[in-house]
């Protein structure tokens, strides 16, 4: 039992390049989430699936897209990725609303 | 929409002292306050979390109060050990349909506790 697993732990992209965040869980939750983390911000809700089949915008959608493949996987995609958004990326996956996190990418823009 | 500010940011005690770090929220509507640890480099993890139905929780160590008419709630950490060294975060949400599992969480406190 994984619980919930992100790849790649580290990324360095150029301004300008696109790249897919992925993240799976095998604990048959039907809510994921993506949130970026930047210091002195806690954690911020780019996009959340409540479950298999739908996603909505959280706090911090743009420059990113989703996909919930199926129930266990939930990919962030940034189409051109800028500065700004290097950051580190967390995915989660919960029940009852009880967050269970990915170990995290750090990714940097250059 | 939500807004969530905890207090203080950076937190240093004793070991064996208190460590107590305080939320307020702005949405009456929310009703799950969770309480998340984070140590350097790691994930966070759930410690502790609350509903809108009870007033206070206690784990061993640590406890959450909620005071839903002052919209706050507290994490309250008893004879701190130098493995509390962390950065706390909390949350809330509401789950009612149009906003399911949206958190918003506090900016984190950063606990060092000496020996």
């Known amino acids: 039992n994984a619980g919930v697993t992100q790849t790649p732990k580290f990324q360095v992209l150029k301004t300008g390049q696109s790249m897919t965040l992925q993240c799976a869980q095998d604990m048959n939750h039907n809510s994921m989430y993506w949130y970026r983390q930047d210091p002195g911000m806690g954690l911020r809700l780019i996009y959340y699936s409540a479950s298999e089949g739908t996603t909505d915008k959280g706090e911090v959608p743009n420059g990113y897209n989703v996909s919930r493949l199926n129930k266990r996987e939930f990919s962030l995609r940034l189409e051109s990725a800028a500065p700004s958004q290097t950051s580190v990326y967390f995915c989660?996956?919960?029940?009852?609303?009880?967050?269970?996190f990915g170990q995290g990418t750090r990714l940097t823009v250059v | 929409g939500e807004n969530v500010e905890q207090h203080p940011s950076t937190l240093s005690v004793q070991e064996g002292d208190s460590a107590v770090i305080k939320c307020t929220y702005s949405d009456s509507a929310s009703n799950y306050f969770p309480w998340y640890k984070q140590e350097l480099g790691k994930r966070p993890q759930l410690i502790i979390d609350?509903?809108?139905?009870?007033g206070e929780k206690k784990d061993q160590r640590i406890a959450v109060t909620l005071n839903k008419t002052a919209k706050h709630f507290s994490l309250h950490i008893t004879e701190t050990q130098p493995e509390d060294s962390a950065v706390y975060f909390c949350?809330?949400?509401?789950?009612?349909?149009?906003?399911?599992?949206?958190?918003?969480f506090g900016a984190g406190t950063q606990v060092v506790v000496t020996p």
């Open positions: 949350a809330a949400s509401r789950n009612l349909a149009d906003s399911w599992g949206k958190f918003q």
């Open positions: 609350i509903r809108s139905n009870v």
């Open positions: 989660a996956s919960s029940e009852a609303l009880r967050n269970f």
